[in-house]
């Protein structure tokens, strides 16, 4: 089965600042992947996703690059500011026909403002 | 559109005690997925429906726990008898499919969180 590795498991930065989060993954049949940012006793939230025939995706200040033949992939969030404090969490999985994600172990972000 | 809903948002047992926990997916979603999530990890799955069919349940303690989805919609995850080890967090999911990235998108409830003592 798919194998998800995440890093780091926190990261402290100060308001402003770029954090990088990193993931890899095991199973190459996986072509979809996820992020998700869950706040302190709420829900994961989907924040952005990629697929495996996109090498970079962005949203705003956030941004998904995937390296599939590596089979690595990170989230980007430039200007960071302190509501983006959360908990981050990767995903990868195959996306065709059914959907069965795998999730790495999550990433606690903190921005100090 | 109302998200996943999940009820009760707390639940306190003793060991050795029953629980269960609902879940209303979101209209229109035919898959339904139960996680469980344990302080500082990512979720873990462990069922996942098709409409009314269990299509993967290979991680579900079948000694203790049991699903089920009814009609296709809503979903029941009960635990009988809890143990110490259960105290989590129970995420409920539901996908579907979306044109806009080719894949299927996941959106989950807001989770019960179980506390056993």
């Known amino acids: 089965g798919e194998n998800v590795e995440q890093h780091p498991s926190t990261l402290s930065v100060q308001e402003g600042d770029s954090a990088v989060i990193k993931c890899t993954y095991s199973?190459?049949?996986?072509?979809?992947f996820p992020w998700y940012k869950q706040e302190l006793g709420k829900r994961p939230q989907l924040i952005i996703d990629?697929?495996?025939?996109?090498g970079e995706k962005k949203d705003q200040r956030i941004a998904v690059t995937l390296n599939k033949t590596a089979k690595h992939f990170s989230l980007h969030i430039t200007e960071t500011q302190p509501e983006d404090s959360a908990v981050y969490f990767c995903?990868?999985?195959?996306?065709?026909?059914?959907?069965?994600?795998?999730f790495g172990r999550g990433t606690s972000l903190i921005v100090h403002p | 559109e109302a998200g996943v809903v999940q009820s009760p948002r707390y639940k306190i047992i003793e060991k050795k005690q029953p629980v269960a926990f609902w879940c209303n997916p979101i209209?229109?979603?035919?898959?339904l997925y139960w996680y469980r999530q344990n302080l500082g990890q990512g979720p873990e799955l462990l069922i996942r429906?098709?409409?009314?069919?269990?299509?993967?349940d290979s991680q579900l303690p079948k000694d203790r726990f049991s699903a089920e989805r009814l009609k296709g919609v809503d979903s029941t995850l009960k635990i009988q008898p809890a143990e110490l080890g259960d105290s989590a967090v129970y995420l409920c999911?539901?996908?579907?499919?979306?044109f806009g990235t080719g894949a299927y998108e996941q959106y989950f409830g807001p989770g019960t969180r179980l506390t056993v003592t």
């Open positions: 999911a539901s996908s579907a499919y979306s």
């Open positions: 990629i697929r495996s025939n996109v």
């Open positions: 199973d190459s049949a996986s072509n979809y």
């Open positions: 995903a990868a999985g195959p996306s065709g026909g059914s959907y069965i994600p795998t």
């Open positions: 429906y098709e409409n009314e069919e269990a299509v993967d």
């Open positions: 209209s229109g979603h035919n898959t």
